[in-house]
Every structure is written in structure tokens, then in C-alpha cells.
């Protein structure tokens, strides 16, 4: 509607006469006409299209310019609030966050929340400014006085639905923190130094499958995709049944680079839980610091060069997550890193994220969980790896 507001010297309120006049206006401007009349009598201060913004999506606002005094001031009475706001218009109604895990859960519900009382104090607002309205246009009283005891009511409702709702979300992320903190402590136990000869027991034919062959140096090498022996054959048994069928890789000579390496340290192992399905297990990770940066290992590769290769060093370089297996000087394989690893805590990606886990394992030794820390323990967690 493009109407522009009339300036009208009117009294405060709309009489019958006043609406009843035609002002000798075309049909097809009745209704603006009508309109910026009742305009400047209801709310003259305000600018036009706000004030028409608030009344005209109501049924029968389009026809005001057809109707005499009496029926538009009973149009817009019929139209102040009726009754209290409902459960479903509250906000936590709308809310689609049921659990809060972590503190971007949280202000995701808060923003939400936020975003549902601004709307529902903007209707409410918008309830009261018709009351006013109608006052002034002189509307029925009791009318006026009920409906803005609904707006005080719904809004005390709105606020405490709010407070609620807050409390609600403030609880649950004490709640998610104590959880995060308590996995961060059990997950803690998990860490673990390896023993003598834990690392070059031989690992299980059927914890390393996929193999096909490769060319290093213009002859053929054996490769799974996640380590290149460089040496001769896998010397797991029935290796040659468990070999990927069609898989080849042309060479592996760009994996080797001509640059510095640091020779890498074992300093720790952690023993991953199970998955949540069942027919899949996760085998451990030894992370290996080569000065204070530390890469990550699945342990079956770490045991298949160890257990071949006696006293086998791993090199790599300063940003290469491929490390370097050597054997008195030689070359003698290739081992790719877990490139994204993550545990409970976060990534380990340095000795000190390392460091820490031993520390909140040390200072809390009771809570930690070290599923396999016994022998029986240790053989079913590994049974894969």
C-alpha cells in the first residue's frame, strides 16, 4: 500500500460522522482515504506504514473504505488479543536442541532461544500498540483493559518460559563439562609406555591385508597402500591370499625425498576403545616424536617392521607424515602416519599434548581406564592388531 498519511485536525476519537464522510473521493481512494484519517487520530506521531504494517494482515482490513463509523471501530476492537499466549507459541517450544553435549550445543540454544523471545516480544508489543489504538480511537474500555492484561500476562509467561529455558541449557552444559572432563580422565588410562618386546612381536597374517606390488629402485616391492617393505617378501604367513587383486602402484621412489629427517622416539601407546559396532575393532596407535613433533602409527606396522627388521630406527621428515623405516643405514620401508588422529582429548599432534595425557593419568589414577592392562585384557583388545 502506497497511501500517503492526510493531515487531519481530528479530535482523540473516531467518530461515526467522521468515517461516515465520503469527502467526495473517487472509490478507488476510499480506502487510503479512510485509512490515513484513521491514521491521524490513532497514532499521528508514528510513521503511516508502521502503523499500517500492525493492523493490515487482519481479515477485513482491505474493506475498511466500505464500512461506516460504528463497524470500523468494532472491526478493530474485534481485533485486539483474545487470549493467552499458548505453550506452543512459547519458546522453548520451538527449541530443537534436546541435549547439550558441549558448550557450541549451548550457544546454539541460547542464539535460538534469543531468536524466539525477540519474535514473541515483537507480537506482543504489537498487541499492546493496538490496544492503544483502539483507546484512542474510542474503543470499548473493557476491551482495551483485557487485552493488555493478556499482553502483562504473556509476557511474564514469555520471561519466566525464558528464565527456564536458560536454566535448563546452563545446567546441561555443567552437566556435558563434567562428562567431557571425566572422559578426558578415563580416556587418560588409555595411554601407556610399551614393554620389552612389545612392539616387535610379530602381528597376526590377518591384521595386514591388501597387498600388492609396487616398483622402488626398477624393481617390484610389496605395498598395502599404509607401508612399502622394501626388502624381499611380507613375511606373514599366507600373505599371498590376502593380496589385493588389480591394485598396483607404478613406483614409490617419490616417498623417499633426498632431505634432512629426524631420527623418531616411542613415547607412548594408546589403546583405542571399540567401536560402537561390534564387528569392527580399532587396533592401537604408537605415537612416535621425532624432536617435538610426534606422529602417529597404527601398531600392526609398527610391529611388522620391527619384528622383520632388528633394531629398525624411524626417520621422518620436519613435515612429512610419511616416516622412513631404516636398518643399520638402509632404507629398508615406508610407514604412513594416522594423518587426522584424534583421541578423546583432541589431536595429538606434539610431545606436550602426549605429556599431558600421562600427567592427567598420573594425578588421577583411580578414575583412568586402562582396558588393557591385563594379559587377557590386552590379547582381546588386540585380536586385530
Known amino acids: 500500500m502506497t497511501a500517503q498519511p492526510m493531515r487531519v485536525e481530528t479530535p482523540c476519537t473516531l467518530s461515526v460522522a467522521m468515517v461516515s464522510a465520503r ?4 472509490p478507488e481512494d476510499l480506502h487510503s482515504v479512510t485509512w490515513a484519517t484513521i491514521h491521524s487520530i490513532a497514532c499521528p506521531s508514528e510513521p503511516f506504514l508502521s502503523f499500517l504494517q500492525r493492523w493490515d494482515h487482519f481479515l477485513g482490513a482491505r474493506d475498511l473504505g466500505n464500512r461506516h463509523g460504528s463497524e470500523i471501530i468494532n472491526w478493530f476492537v474485534d481485533q485486539l488479543l483474545s487470549h493467552p499466549i499458548s505453550k506452543w507459541q512459547l519458546p522453548s517450544s520451538y527449541l530443537t536442541i534436546r541435549t547439550i553435549r558441549n558448550p557450541f550445543d549451548a550457544e546454539k540454544a541460547l542464539a535460538a532461544l534469543g531468536a524466539r523471545v525477540d519474535q514473541v516480544d515483537r507480537e506482543t508489543n504489537a498487541h499492546a ?22 499482553v502483562a500476562h504473556n509476557r511474564e509467561r514469555t520471561r519466566a518460559d525464558q528464565n527456564q529455558l536458560q536454566a535448563w541449557i546452563q545446567e ?5 563439562l563434567a562428562a567431557s572432563v571425566a572422559a578426558r580422565i ?16 610379530k602381528p597376526t597374517p590377518a591384521s595386514i591385508e591388501g597387498w600388492f606390488t609396487a616398483t622402488y629402485d626398477g624393481r617390484s616391492v610389496y605395498t598395502n597402500d599404509h607401508i612399502v617393505d622394501l626388502v624381499g617378501e611380507p613375511h606373514l604367513n599366507g600373505w599371498q591370499e ?29 589403546d583405542q576403545v571399540l567401536e560402537r559396532k561390534k564387528t569392527r575393532r580399532l587396533a592401537p596407535v604408537v605415537a612416535i616424536a621425532f624432536g617435538e613433533r ?4 597404527g601398531i600392526r606396522h609398527v610391529r611388522y617392521f620391527l619384528s622383520k627388521y632388528k633394531g629398525a630406527e ?10 622412513l623405516v631404516m636398518q643399520a643405514g638402509q632404507i629398508v620401508g615406508i610407514i604412513c602416519s594416522c594423518r587426522e588422529y584424534n583421541d578423546e582429548n583432541g589431536r595429538v599432534s606434539t610431545t606436550t599434548d602426549v605429556a599431558e595425557r600421562f600427567a592427567m593419568a598420573a594425578a588421577e589414577p583411580a578414575k583412568c581406564d586402562a582396558p588393557a592392562r591385563t594379559a587377557r585384557g590386552r590379547a582381546r583388545h588386540e585380536a586385530h592388531a
Open 23 to 26: 469527502h467526495d473521493v473517487a
Open 129 to 150: 500498540r493496538r490496544a492503544d489504538d483502539v483507546e484512542r480511537l474510542g474503543g470499548s474500555p473493557a476491551r482495551v483493559a483485557f487485552a493488555r492484561t493478556l
Open 172 to 176: 546441561q552444559l555443567e552437566t556435558a
Open 186 to 201: 578415563t580416556d587418560a588410562g588409555r595411554w601407556r609406555l610399551p614393554v620389552p618386546g612389545d612392539l616387535s612381536r
Open 242 to 270: 590376502r593380496r589385493a587383486l588389480g591394485n598396483t602402484n607404478p613406483a614409490v621412489d617419490a616417498l623417499i625425498k633426498a632431505s634432512p629427517r629426524t631420527r623418531g622416539v616411542v613415547i607412548g601407546i594408546y
Open 294 to 297: 610426534v606422529l602417529c602409527f
Open 314 to 323: 624411524f626417520i621422518a621428515q620436519a613435515d612429512d607424515p610419511v616416516a
